[in-house]
């Protein structure tokens, strides 16, 4: 399918890419006791006397409430101010792995219109699009109510929230996350773009999908003339997957530099402090992947181990950047390599980066229920089924915001009274937490791809290569 993929080079991609993680974390953690030692040392102490300083607002009168809030208000820029110096001393490394992921999206605006515009046209007439668009929201729905229901029995059984018994914070506290509008106006705003230079400079995926989309269907509308646009199409795309197999030599440095950023900063005492509903998220994780990967069992049988294997780059790629956007190209070609037809990968992987983040709908049930049992906030099932149906709504196509799941999920919050600022809880380990909801972004979308293209009777063998992908 694209033969500069199977050289040598490309083959050990994954394997210096794991070298990268191991050398990014053994070096973070040697800068964590040395060059930001004394930095960390003073947040800790900053963090205990801020939690101290809220636990005495609590019981205090009014006058002793103000200079406490006052106190609170120095601590809170001191405390800035000295994340902001020990960010200063890692940015070198923090760089490396920000330029990747800016090259990245430079590639993903134009491979998702291209390679959709092509799908489109290629399969055909709108009845096709209509039949095979239905298929994929049809597992698309499936597979995010899942995630989301998954997440809330887990919360409700583990209960993470429980231990920390934390006093209710003043309504209006800023956490620096602004709410995600969650009306059907500001939704419906989302989806179709005004322009589509504007979608393609912001990123906004589900915007080019939907001018695709129209413009797919156009194209095979027009008969002889479409096939010049396809063709022309078709090989754009091409020129763009040489670009990206370029960029992607230089994975192995932004994981180094991302990994090495994040190690250097939080630590081990971060793992130490939230342990809990690290590991519960995690195992929560590992539960929605054996139970997408048993869904997807039942229409593809036992291919879908084989898939899990040979999708170990883009995985590891999306956990160790954090960033599910940053494995799409990687994940476009080895789904083509397993055997899904490009028509069908082109099609359902872009609408799957809108509609089928399923690590990331896990997570939001879990971070919100486990804001409320921090508070001693007992929401009835009722409540937490109508903010599963909020969730699932107010997330589709949020991909390309900044820390989209906090932003998604300050609105819930304010929607269901929930203080926002237990948001603050979580931005410590949210970097820690992305990794693993961007992998299983990845291995959600993967699975969809391959059961619809299994529907679709689009399924081939894999190819002979396949097994030399991956050292």
């Known amino acids: 399918m694209h033969p500069s993929s199977t050289s040598p080079k490309k083959s050990k991609l994954t394997l210096y890419i794991i070298i990268a993680l191991c050398v ?36 205090a009168d009014s006058l002793t409430k103000i200079a406490l809030k006052q106190a609170e208000i120095s601590l809170l820029k001191e405390r800035n101010a000295t994340i902001a110096l020990r960010d200063k001393k ?44 239905g298929k994929t929201l049809l597992w698309f729905v499936g597979a995010s109510l899942t995630s989301l229901v998954l997440g809330m029995l887990l919360v409700n059984i583990f209960k993470p929230g429980i231990a920390m018994n934390l006093p209710l914070p003043d309504a209006g506290t800023d956490i620096g996350i602004e ?12 989806v179709f773009p005004a322009s589509v230079i504007d979608a393609m400079a912001k ?25 010049i646009v396809i063709k022309a199409m078709d090989a754009i795309a091409h020129v763009i997957l040489k670009v990206t197999g370029y960029v992607m030599n230089l994975a192995p ?40 990967a048993l869904a997807g069992s039942v229409i593809i049988g036992k291919r879908v181990i ?38 069908i990968v082109s099609f359902v992987l872009p609408l799957g980066y809108s509609f089928n983040l399923d690590g990331s709908m896990m997570y939001m049930t879990f971070a919100s229920l486990f804001i409320a049992q921090s508070y001693g906030i007992v929401l009835p099932i009722s409540t937490q089924i109508s903010m599963l149906l909020v969730l699932m709504l107010t997330s589709k196509g949020i991909a390309g915001v900044p820390r989209a799941s906090l932003v998604v999920i300050a609105g819930t919050l304010a929607t269901f009274n929930i203080p926002e600022a237990g948001l603050a809880l979580l931005l410590g380990i949210d970097p820690l ?3 693993g909801r961007s992998a299983t972004n990845v291995v959600g979308n993967s699975i969809a791809t391959a059961v619809v293209s299994k529907w679709e009777n689009s399924l081939g063998e894999a190819e002979p290569t396949l097994n030399s992908d991956v050292t």
Not at 33 to 57: G, P
Not at 179 to 190: A, D, I, N, Q, T
Not at 203 to 223: C, D, K, M, P, R
Not at 332 to 343: N, P
């Open 203 to 227: 990123n906004e995926i589900l915007q080019i999908v939907v001018f695709s989309l129209f413009f797919g269907v156009a194209t095979a509308a027009i008969g002889e003339q479409g096939k």
């Open 90 to 133: 890692v940015e070198p490394f923090s760089i490396i792995a920000d330029i990747f992921l800016r090259l990245i999206k430079m590639i993903v605006a134009p491979l998702v219109f291209t390679t959709l515009v092509v799908g489109v046209a290629k399969l055909g007439d709108i009845n096709s699009v209509g039949r095979i668009g």
């Open 253 to 292: 440095l932004a994981v180094f530099g991302a990994m090495t950023a994040i190690i250097a900063k939080q630590g081990v005492g971060i793992l130490k402090t939230y342990s809990i509903f690290i590991t519960e998220f995690y195992s929560g994780l590992f539960l929605l992947w054996v139970v997408l």
């Open 433 to 435: 937490l992305d990794m």
């Open 24 to 59: 990014g974390i053994g070096l973070g953690f040697a800068l964590n006791k040395s060059y930001v030692f004394a930095d960390n040392e003073k947040l800790e102490s900053f963090e205990a006397k801020i939690n101290t300083n809220q636990h005495q607002q609590s019981s």
């Open 179 to 190: 709410r995600h509008g969650l009306s059907l106006k500001e939704f419906l705003y989302h």
């Open 306 to 343: 084989t898939l899990l294997k040979k999708m170990r780059e883009p995985i590891l790629l999306a956990f160790s950047t954090s960033s599910s956007e940053a494995a799409f190209p990687k994940t476009m070609e080895l789904l083509q390599k397993f055997g899904c037809k490009d028509k």
